[in-house]
Each structure stands twice: as structure tokens, then as C-alpha cells.
């Protein structure tokens, strides 16, 4: 019969202590008022963080959608402008297997022709074994070998398209002066694309902190972006940035003024670039304002094929924009 007793009287004592820490909040560290009175109430529900795969966040991404929206368009109408050439940069199978592959192939009936994958993880990195993975280019070559241009020179009245690794090496156009970013030339072997674009590896949508982009309801082509410079501030939390940036206002700020001076120039100009665009596929090619336009085409699209609003080169795309200005003056 005691021994029963003191079975009950430890069980009270137990649920006497269960029910103290309960109402502490569960904090035995810190039992004041204002400690718990910042406790969550029970009737409150928390949602749980949603994590995102790192499979997941590149599927959502058009690097990886936006090959077999351009197959279909193709397959549609073979006027599309869409060529071979393109999916060296588009296409996983292309890349790592059949550098000869060609568009028709992914069509219905082709050989691929379920095979429509854009970029995928093995097409930048490598999976060598158990918990071994690498990227298959170092540093700026990682990203581009397929973000850069079309061709080594950029020739006056050509067209540009993605040099987003000359705008951040300084490449002129042709017959210009090299004008590099520091980023680049003095940082080349320790900071790279990545180092913005796939923040602490953790972030494979590939857009920088705060960049929201819109497109076409095809997805085909991006109508424009919009930056939140509180959420990119968070970049400069990296430990290679911070020992630098410790305050990172000053430099967010100016990122701000710049990106708002380009993309002002860049919406100014649109409309001579769009419009004479047309009028010169019907006038002599010998005419001085063809001549004009294109050679203001190559420094306009340039700076717009970047498409960072001067945030990888604001020096070089705001020299870019005042020569297409320039040009483009000559027709009137």
C-alpha cells in the first residue's frame, strides 16, 4: 500500500512540473514579463518555412523552360525565329551529347523527340561520386560559355546578342576602348557570376536577391524586371563581401541610380530603335542614315541585351548609350 502512494505522489509531483514549464512558455532561461508576454499564442498557427529543392527552383526557371516553348513555336512554323544554332546553348542534349543535333530532331517523330529539357544540373555541373559535385567551367566561364556573344569582335552596325560576359570584361565595340569592370579585373579569381546570381549556392532561379522578372504569357521573351534593393542588399551578407561591404548602402545606392539613369536612356531611345528598325528594311542600304541606325543599333542593343541596366558595366553601357544617342540623331 506505501509503495502505492508513492507511485501517486510522483506522478503529481510530475504533472505539477509539466505543467510549470508549460506555463513559462517552455523558456526556463528567461522568466520575466517581457519574455513571456512575446511568446506565441496557442490559438496562433505558424505556417513552416516551404524549402524549395534546388531541382524544384531550376524546373521554375526559363533556363530550363524556355528550350521547349522554342521547339514548339518552331515545329509550328518553320518561319519561326528560331535556328540550329541556338540550342548549343538551350538544349541539355545538344550541349552534352549531340553537338550535331538540330531542332527538327525534337520534334514529334524526331529521335529527341521527348527530350525537351533546357538547362538542367549536369549541364553546369558534374556528379563525380557520393557527395562530389563541381562545376564543370570555373569562375566566369561557368556562365559564359553560353551568356556571351554570338562572336569574338563586336563589329560596328552588327547585332549583339548576349554579352553579358563582355559587358562585365569591358569589351568595346569595335573600334572603341576597353573598359573593364573592377569586379573583373581585379577580382577575376575570386568573385564571379555566381557570387550574385546563385547566392551562397543556395539560390538556382539564377535572378540576383529582389529581381522579379515578367514575361509574354508564351514565356518566349521577358518584358522587364523590377529590382527590390532592400532584398539585394542581402548579397553583401556573404563572408567575401562583407569584409568589404560591411555597410552595403552606399554601394546598393548607387546600383539604384545607375540602373535607374541606363534604364531611362534605354526606354528613351526604344522608340527611334523600333521604329527606324522597320523604315530601313525598305531604303538603300548606300543611305547614310541605314548606316546611322545600324551602327546605333549595335551600341543600343548592346547595353539592352545585357539586360542589367548598366549593373554589370554602368560605365561602359552609359558610353554605349551616348554613341547610340548619337547616331540615332543623324536621322533626323
Not at 528567461?30 to 534546388?54: F, G, M, Y
Not at 556573404?238 to 540602373?259: I, N
Request: net charge positive.
Amino acid at each position: 500500500m506505501l509503495g502505492k502512494k508513492r507511485f501517486l505522489i510522483l506522478i503529481g509531483l510530475a504533472l505539477v512540473l509539466v505543467l510549470a514549464i508549460a506555463g513559462c512558455g517552455g523558456n526556463t532561461s528567461n522568466n520575466s514579463p517581457t519574455a513571456s508576454s512575446t511568446s506565441t499564442p496557442a490559438s496562433v498557427k505558424t505556417e513552416p518555412v516551404k524549402v524549395v529543392s534546388l531541382v524544384d527552383q531550376v524546373k521554375n526557371t526559363q533556363h530550363y523552360k524556355f528550350f521547349a516553348i522554342q521547339v514548339a513555336g518552331k515545329e509550328k512554323d518553320a518561319n519561326y525565329d528560331y535556328e540550329d544554332t541556338c540550342i548549343k546553348c538551350h538544349s541539355q542534349v545538344a550541349i552534352l551529347n549531340d553537338k550535331n543535333a538540330k531542332i527538327a530532331d525534337f520534334f514529334k517523330g524526331g529521335k529527341y523527340e521527348n527530350q525537351t529539357e533546357g538547362i538542367t544540373c549536369i549541364v553546369c555541373h558534374k556528379f563525380e561520386g557520393k557527395d562530389m559535385i563541381s562545376l564543370r567551367n570555373k569562375g566566369w566561364d561557368s556562365c559564359g560559355v553560353c551568356h556571351t556573344a554570338d562572336k569574338p569582335v563586336l563589329k560596328l552596325g552588327g547585332e549583339v546578342h548576349h554579352p553579358q560576359l563582355e559587358m562585365m570584361k569591358g569589351v568595346p565595340i569595335e573600334g572603341g576602348t576597353p573598359m573593364p569592370t573592377f569586379k573583373y579585373s581585379n577580382m577575376k579569381d575570386t568573385f564571379s557570376c555566381v557570387d550574385c546570381h546563385i547566392t551562397n549556392s543556395q539560390k538556382h532561379d539564377f535572378m540576383v536577391p529582389g529581381v522579379k522578372a515578367t514575361y509574354v504569357p508564351s514565356g518566349i521573351a521577358r518584358t522587364g524586371t523590377t529590382l527590390d534593393y532592400d532584398q539585394f542588399a542581402t548579397v553583401f551578407k556573404q563572408e567575401k563581401c562583407v569584409s568589404c561591404h560591411a555597410d552595403p548602402k552606399p554601394t546598393v545606392d548607387k546600383l539604384k541610380a545607375h540602373q535607374e539613369e541606363i534604364g531611362k536612356k534605354l526606354e528613351e531611345l526604344r522608340p527611334i530603335f523600333d521604329e527606324w528598325g522597320k523604315k530601313v528594311e525598305t531604303m538603300d542600304k548606300n543611305d547614310p542614315k541605314v548606316k546611322a541606325y545600324n551602327n546605333g543599333k549595335t551600341y543600343f542593343w548592346y547595353v539592352d541585351a545585357d539586360a542589367s541596366k548598366g549593373a554589370h558595366n554602368y560605365t561602359l553601357a552609359k558610353d554605349c548609350l551616348q554613341k547610340a544617342e548619337a547616331e540615332f540623331a543623324k536621322l533626323k
